[in-house]
């Protein structure tokens, strides 16, 4: 069975559609798992229910059953809403059941290997190429993943030694060798093991780096929602007035707070309502939540110790301030006044929640959902290889090495099976 | 003029190999040699298989081949290597009596119909006009041929070293090839200089064997080949003994005698064959160096010292073996001596082994840059069946990664530029899981019988194992009630749950082997071999099947084939390096392509879409 590999297939950033598309012998079984109903026949595009774990989104399906697809495989694309949030919660769904995120130009390269170059829209590819090669280049933009290659090196350096020791003690039976113990293999590669599970921690805060936090701002009408906005932003970006439901929609707005970029979503006010418009606005209140990094829920009455209904991480504001006689009830929320305009300590205190200063005295953060993807495997390999050390014979054990080695090998390039036998030659005196 | 299909230049192991598969698939062959002592002469040691040697026999074996065949018939003692490390790795390996074995090939070689051997040392080869060969002789014979298979081994210009006697001669004093050099050059063939060493020769009556610990065959080996019926138990003993700090001493103090230090040597040695000075020097930590004493032959008490190669002056070398441990008083019957000797780089050649500018020109074993006799046998019988092929316009015959060492051997040696000769390792298979030695038979028989080389005998007993154990793999999913398999559980300390376990499941237990299951009346009548093999294949198939999904999937890049005629200076988007290298190598699919050093994943993106607009066009 093969890879089934999922991807944006649209522009990345904003826009109304967004396609994902996912590809591989398995693309129809996970599919299944979260979209509902799932279309009965191939080729037909069926409105549906696509459930990830922080939001419901509406959105269409459609599959293609192999060879009749783009790739020549079985093909499963989802139609749902643009906006880099959601896309990211669709594909992150298809990976926890199974995808993995595809690399630059793989639908295509699979059209070729399945035999579908006619369709192969190959001056696509070497633009994509062009494109990894040239930001590349900006060694600024890169640092973060030229430190993380060096990073990996150095944990493919300590695997080639233990894989070395194996694989000399294999090809070599006859020589002195000291064989390779149980133990002394384990505590390598559970060093190295403790260093992946390093670098996927800082994941969380390499998605900040990149891409910022988004911050979705929601409570009832007529807290004072859009003013702390434009607060927030310095600007009058969003119309404010006194009337009960001004805002209507979502509006998102981004401002840079000690280099971090944070993204703020302004939200319809919560509330029953009959009105169809204002109804679709409470619905997006909502799912701006769900997805969101973190939630902002302010309130204006200083008794207020209600929750908002997330599962998202949230802060509780008390709004205007400038109008309480008494402190507000809770101690953990924050205190602030729209009106006044002195709004920092809210861009202060996610700061801190994000724990965002540590990223100028971050060595490496990984930013990229690929390199991501390989830690996490190779992070289920080594487990696999750390037992396979007390349960297996040394072929095996040795193959379950090599392929963590060769996992790390594709965020850095190089797994060539040369360095092996190099690395056998100059650590061990062997031969006749 | 005297006219063949295939004339087969040198009768080391490739050349046997090659000779005897083309005669036998009805091209009459002739086999030159500069000598015909040096027919399958065993010029280092005395030993047959190894780790991944001994699976390449094996498959020599499965196709039709002889080498395992003729090892069995001199072996003098067998070890199964690597017991405990894992079915992948399991290594077959036999001390064979060299004297035997070069006498055994060479009447089976005069008894194969179509096949001639002749003394006599080629010095030219020509291109005739029809594109057919003429090889001269050094007597100025001339032969025709459609085509032309070279195993000139290690004789191509070979110069012996040993201190400062340089001589211009063939292993063991066998004169070498001074000639033919140059008529490859002619052709346009690049040649590089490759080096290699053995140690001396000793009396055994004059070891100290209470110094030395004896080492013996085992007794429950299979043979190499699966037709063979039996092997004998140990002939002969081997004898381990270490080298001591004097040695050390010895050969520090007289390193600037050393050639391959002093600047005489200028060949590219292998760094897994290094002489007794080399490995002191590299490693200077390491206290004593592992000696195993060797027997070559029942006819002879000459012993091999596997372990001291070296090409020191002599007297140095008297110096070095009386440090040894039990060597004190060893009289040396043959000095040991490095050997340097011109070979092609293989890159050149496609996975017919075949010249890419000269169709019907085909090279095997040590000219390729190669080491070791069965890597050359493996070539041999490749080059051979191909050369018939070729003559006879059939398609040509490959081997793969995914089925066999001698396919990862051939697509090594014409992919990647090696600097030193190629020795055969596991650690060189990526699909180690499936390449066993146990089930050579079950990959490539039924290769070798569409080729014509696996004859009835050989066939019908692949077969009978094949249907054995179809039908023990259906059994295996047999339901035991714990009432019948709980003592053999107590027993083996295996954990008892009060439900049925199936044989497959119950194999599976790191402890329970085939062979018990059988003693629960299961499995009845089914051989040894098979319930090694079905035992192998429930234990691992978790591991295995791994292995296979990697090879489905590699296997599309494989099938992508590239045309001959690309320019790969011109695809834009390529690296330099990669069109350099691509336009050098000409790799024959992607999957080749991927795996020659300096080309990139990227690279292959790129290609892959070059291939795609032209596909459009």
């Given amino acids: 069975m093969n890879t089934t590999i999922v991807a944006l297939s649209t522009a990345r950033g904003r826009s109304a559609i967004a396609v994902v598309r996912m590809s591989g012998d398995d693309a129809i079984n996970i599919a299944k798992k979260f979209f509902e109903p799932f279309p009965k026949n191939p080729n037909m595009l069926k409105v549906g229910v696509l459930h990830t774990e922080r939001f419901d989104e509406h959105a269409m399906c459609v599959y293609f059953s192999a060879p009749h697809s783009y790739t020549g495989e079985n093909t499963v694309e989802f139609h749902c809403h643009g906006g880099t949030a959601v896309c990211q919660a669709v594909i992150e769904q298809c990976i926890k059941n199974g995808a993995v995120p595809a690399q630059n130009g793989e639908f295509s390269k699979r059209a070729f290997i399945n035999g579908k170059q006619n369709l192969t829209n190959a001056e696509g590819i070497i633009e994509m190429i062009d494109a990894e090669t040239a930001s590349a280049a900006k060694a600024g933009a890169n640092l973060l993943e030229n430190k993380l290659g060096k990073k990996v090196i150095d944990l493919q350096n300590v695997l080639l030694d233990t894989l070395s020791a194996c694989e000399a003690a294999l090809d070599y039976p006859e020589e002195d060798l000291e064989l390779p113990t149980v133990a002394g293999t384990q505590i390598k590669l559970k060093e190295v093991e403790k260093e992946i599970q390093n670098l996927i921690s800082t994941a969380t805060l390499g998605k900040v780096a990149k891409y910022g936090i988004n911050v979705a701002i929601v409570g009832a009408p007529n807290v004072g929602k859009s003013s702390l906005l434009n607060a927030l932003l310095g600007t009058e970006r969003a119309i404010v007035s006194d009337i009960q439901g001004t805002t209507r929609d979502t509006l998102s707005e981004s401002v840079n707070y000690k280099d971090i970029k944070f993204n703020f979503i302004d939200t319809a006010g919560i509330r029953e309502s009959s009105d169809v418009v204002e109804q679709e606005g409470v619905r997006r209140a909502q799912k701006a939540a769900d997805s969101a990094d973190v939630v902002l829920h302010i309130t204006d009455n200083p008794t207020d110790r209600s929750v908002y209904p997330t599962v998202r991480p949230q802060i509780r504001v008390f709004n205007k301030s400038d109008l309480f006689v008494e402190p507000p009830c809770c101690a953990d929320s924050l205190i602030v006044s729209a009106k006044s305009g002195n709004v920092d300590i809210i861009k202060s205190t996610i700061y801190e929640m994000f724990s965002a200063g540590e990223i100028e005295n971050s060595d490496l953060l990984i930013t990229n959902e690929r390199h991501l993807s390989c830690l996490n495997q190779a992070k289920n390999q080594i487990e696999q290889a750390i037992a396979s050390c007390s349960n297996s014979t040394l072929d095996i054990v040795s193959s379950a090495i090599k392929q963590v080695w060769e996992t790390l090998g594709e965020i850095t390039g190089s797994t060539a099976q040369e360095d092996i036998i190099d690395r056998i030659y100059s650590k061990f005196c062997l031969g006749k | ?617």
């Fill in chain 2, 1 to 617: 003029m005297k006219d063949f299909d295939v004339i087969v230049i040198g009768a080391g192991h490739a050349g046997c190999e090659a000779a005897l598969a083309s005669a036998r698939l009805g091209c009459s062959t002739l086999l030159l040699a500069t000598n015909l002592d040096t027919v399958a002469f065993l010029a280092c040691n005395p030993s047959i298989g190894g780790t991944a040697k001994g699976q390449i026999v094996k498959e020599i074996d499965a196709l039709g081949g002889e080498m395992a065949i003729n090892a069995d018939k001199s072996i003098l003692q067998m070890r199964m290597l690597n017991r405990g490390k894992g079915p992948a790795v399991y290594s077959p390996r036999a001390q064979v009596d060299k004297n035997v074995y070069h006498s055994v090939m060479k009447q089976t070689i005069e008894n194969t119909p179509n096949l001639y051997l002749r003394q006599g040392e080629a010095v030219n080869i020509d291109i005739k006009q029809n594109g057919e060969f003429s090889v001269t002789t050094a007597v100025n014979l001339q032969y025709s041929a459609k085509a032309v298979v070279l195993c000139c081994g290690v004789y191509l210009r070979s110069k012996t070293i040993v201190g400062k006697c340089i001589r211009e001669s063939g292993p063991n004093g066998f004169a070498n090839a001074q000639y033919l050099s140059d008529s490859l050059q002619k052709l346009g063939f690049t040649l590089r200089r490759f080096k290699t060493g053995t140690p001396a020769r000793v009396r055994m009556k004059s070891i100290d064997l209470q110094k030395t610990s004896e080492q013996c065959g085992e007794a429950d080996v299979r043979p190499f080949s699966y037709v063979t019926k039996s092997i004998p138990a140990t002939k002969r003993s081997c004898y381990l003994t270490y080298s001591t700090e004097k040695t050390k001493e010895i050969i520090l103090q007289n390193k600037h005698l050393a050639p391959i230090y002093n600047g005489s040597i200028n060949g590219t040695g292998p760094r897994y064959c290094p002489s007794i000075e080399d490995k002191v020097v590299r490693f200077a930590d390491k206290e004593r160096h592992q000696i195993f004493l060797e027997p070559e032959s029942e006819d002879t008490c000459e012993f091999y010292v596997q372990g001291a190669s070296s090409s020191m002056p002599a007297e140095v070398q008297e110096q070095i073996y009386h440090s040894i441990e039990g060597l004190e008083n060893v009289e040396i019957m043959r000095d040991a001596y490095a050997i340097e000797y011109d070979c092609i780089d293989a890159t050149e050649l496609d996975a017919t082994l075949m010249s890419k500018k000269i169709k019907g020109m085909f090279f095997a074993g040590q000219i390729n840059g190669t080491s070791g006799y069965e890597e050359a046998a493996g070539q041999g019988i490749v080059a051979g069946i191909n050369a018939e092929r070729f003559v006879h316009k059939k398609s040509p015959f490959t081997l793969r990664r995914d089925n066999s060492y001698i396919g990862v051997l051939i697509d090594d040696i014409t992919t990647k530029e090696t600097v030193e000769p190629y020795r055969m390792m596991t650690s060189r298979a990526e699909y180690r899981l499936v390449l066993r030695q146990d089930n050579a038979d079950m990959r490539l028989t039924e290769l070798g019988r569409e080729i014509g080389l696996v004859d009835d005998t050989r066939y019908e007993k692949f077969l009978y194992k094949k249907q054995q154990i179809e039908t023990a793999t259906k059994e295996l999913f047999t339901v035991v009630s714990p009432k019948i398999y709980s003592p053999l559980f107590d027993r083996k300390n295996e954990v008892v749950n009060n439900a049925g376990l199936t044989l497959d499941e119950m194999l599976r237990r790191p402890n329970i082997t085939a062979k018990d299951i059988q003693t629960l009346g299961y499995l009845k009548n089914v051989t040894d071999e098979v319930l090694e093999e079905i035992e192998i294949e429930s234990k691992y198939r978790g591991y295995i099947e791994k292995e296979k999904a990697v090879i489905a999937q590699a296997a599309k890049l494989e099938n992508k084939a590239l045309p001959a005629k690309i320019d790969y200076m011109s695809i834009d988007g390529l690296r330099i390096e990669a069109r350099q290298k691509l336009n050098k190598i000409r790799p024959a699919n992607l999957g080749q392509a991927g795996r020659i050093s300096g080309v990139s994943p990227a690279d292959i993106q790129i290609l892959i879409v070059y291939l795609a607009q032209r596909g459009s066009k």
